[in-house]
């Protein structure tokens, strides 16, 4: 289930695996935004539970064809 509130990334990486698993598993497109220069962003800075997500690259760059869930 959902949390109420944001969580920190280790209780993401509970479930998840290692940051280098979730890379591994969203390494299917050209851009990985799992595997960036951004070094291991907490995971709500994209992933916000019940609110629209958003994808953190945008803030420098336009990444159309990236959804994120």
């Given at each position: 289930?959902?949390?109420?509130?944001?969580?920190?990334?280790?209780?993401?990486?509970?479930?998840?695996?290692?940051?280098?698993?979730?890379?591994?598993?969203?390494?299917?497109?050209?851009?990985?935004?799992?595997?960036?220069?951004?070094?291991?962003?907490?995971?709500?800075?994209?992933?916000?539970?019940?609110?629209?997500?958003?994808?953190?690259?945008?803030?420098?760059?336009?990444?159309?064809?990236?959804k994120?869930?």
């Open positions: 289930t959902m949390p109420a509130k944001a969580v920190a990334t280790q209780q993401c990486l509970v479930c998840h695996g290692s940051y280098d698993k979730v890379a591994a598993r969203t390494d299917k497109n050209d851009i990985n935004p799992h595997d960036s220069h951004i070094e291991n962003p907490d995971c709500t800075s994209c992933h916000r539970g019940h609110k629209k997500p958003v994808l953190l690259c945008d803030e420098c760059h336009e990444f159309r064809e990236l994120v869930p």
